[in-house]
């Protein structure tokens, strides 16, 4: 069974770091691009980052360039997503997702989240 489970989320400050991290299992990590989401309330879901299986090319949304950091381990089956100078409106339930390619609207298989609060 094909598990994702997020954690690591939390209530930061403004300029505030967290580090999200997603734990999987159940088929094998390293043919998986790793994607990372996030939904805030009364707001479409967006893609965040992702890195890719082969080579471990990342993305960003331009929203958080140069703030987030995603990598990944593939000896501990885990994905990472650094985030720093958090702002206010990066509140929202975050998500990993895993697909063959990466994607920043839809992947196959994904976890149940976790929520990051960020006050001003």
């Known amino acids: 069974e094909v598990q994702l489970v997020e954690s690591g989320g939390g209530l930061v400050q403004a300029g505030g770091s967290l580090r999200l991290s997603c734990a999987a299992s159940g088929f094998t990590f390293d043919d998986y691009a790793i994607g990372w989401f996030r939904q805030a309330p009364g707001k479409a879901r967006e893609g965040v980052s992702c890195?890719?299986?082969?080579?471990?090319?990342?993305y960003y949304a331009d929203s958080v360039k140069g703030r987030f950091t995603i990598s990944r381990d593939n000896a501990k089956n885990t994905v990472y997503l650094q985030m720093s100078s958090l702002k206010p409106e990066d509140a929202a339930v975050y998500y990993c997702a895993a697909d063959i390619r990466c994607s920043s609207i839809k992947m196959n298989y994904w976890g149940k989240g976790t929520l990051v609060f960020v006050s001003s």
């Open positions: 890195v890719t299986s082969s080579d471990g090319s990342t």
